[in-house]
């Protein structure tokens, strides 16, 4: 019967080093190993590290966001795993009714890569795969609100059953 462990731990940075909240920059951070034992009585170990960060920037109804993800994996034994840095570029306008904006997924890369490979005694296999076309892809977003009609305030509800006065309920 094959048995498995898992630690991790992370961690998460908000900070806005500005009175107004005009800027904000997050970090994450998080470090994890996992240890599986097998039926024949071998262990595999696999630890790795996530980062990202990003910085973010609001001026009137604009808004600049800059995010970076890097990904590494350490393993230990047969099997390695890697994938590719990725990064988010997105730029928006809003008001209350209507939002335009657009986003530039795999900023400044050809494209994507990711793979695996197994180098054992018994099995050998290298994988991986590599999309050309997806670096530099551009979404463009636009959004408007329908919404119609007189929203009440909260401040102008009653409560049922109160006394305007003293906060003691009514008898019915």
Known sequence: MASS???STSGYID???FKKNWMDLILYGKSYFEENLMTNNTKKQLSGNN????VSFLYK???FRYAIQTKAFHLSGDFRKFDQ???IISLNYGTSTLSIGGELYFAFQ???????SVDS???KSDYSSEIFDNGNMFVLNISYNFSHGHVPSIFQ????NNDQDSGILKPD
């Open 5 to 7: 462990c898992e630690y």
């Open 110 to 116: 050809n494209g994507s890569r990711y793979g695996y």
């Open 51 to 54: 980062y990202a960060a990003v």
């Open 157 to 160: 509800r009653k409560i049922q």
């Open 15 to 17: 900070i806005s080093p």
């Open 61 to 63: 109804n604009w808004s």
């Open 121 to 123: 005694k018994i099995f």
């Open 85 to 87: 840095n990725t990064a």
